[in-house]
């Protein structure tokens, strides 16, 4: 089940690879800003979300084919023309 947008990053301060939740995923963006990052210190490798197996009990980031495919199984798509690309974004769910 899909629960929240995510970003993954390389933060350069930090010298790894991080993700961000976050509800629309410009949100990352102003977070980081707040946070006191500047443009250069950090690389936006890929949006996504965070999708939650019950089963196993583990939270894993996954891409936006990924995610829409995880959001039509568990019934998380909002009806509407953004439905029928291969990709979702936050407001579809």
């Known amino acids: 089940m899909i629960t929240s947008g995510a970003t993954k990053i390389f933060d350069k301060k930090q010298q790894k690879e991080i993700i961000i939740r976050c509800h629309r995923h410009g949100d990352v963006?102003?977070?980081?800003?707040?946070?006191g990052y500047g443009r250069?210190?950090?690389e936006t490798i890929e949006q996504g979300f965070?999708?939650?197996d019950a089963d196993k009990r583990i939270e894993k980031f996954v891409t936006r084919?990924?995610?829409?495919q995880i959001a039509i199984d568990n019934?998380?798509?909002i009806s509407g023309d953004?439905?029928?690309?291969?990709?979702?974004?936050t407001e579809d769910l």
């Open 29 to 35: 963006y102003h977070t980081l800003a707040d946070l």
């Open 40 to 42: 250069f210190d950090f």
């Open 50 to 52: 965070i999708d939650y």
């Open 65 to 68: 084919e990924e995610a829409k």
């Open 75 to 77: 019934n998380q798509i």
């Open 82 to 89: 953004k439905f029928l690309e291969h990709i979702i974004f």
